[in-house]
């Protein structure tokens, strides 16, 4: 499956960053051009990534 990407808004200067969302783990960062850093927190892109590809895989098992 295609990953997901999403857009997030800088806190400090509000430009909208583009993210996979898989790569949003607890702990991982995203630095913006202004120099601002997001520290993403908890695990709930990759679940989210993962529940997509599953869902993915059924509905291809479903109308093969």
């Not at 949003?24 to 927190?41: A, D, L, P, Q």
Request: glycine share 6%; net charge positive.
């Amino acid at each position: 499956m295609k990953k997901l990407e999403i857009e997030i808004k800088c806190p400090s200067c509000r430009r909208v960053l583009k993210q996979q969302l898989d790569q949003m783990k607890h702990g991982r960062s995203r630095r913006c051009t202004c120099g601002c850093e997001i520290v993403f927190e908890g695990n709930d892109g990759p679940s989210a990534q993962q529940a997509l590809d599953e869902f993915e895989r059924d509905l291809k098992r479903i109308f093969k």
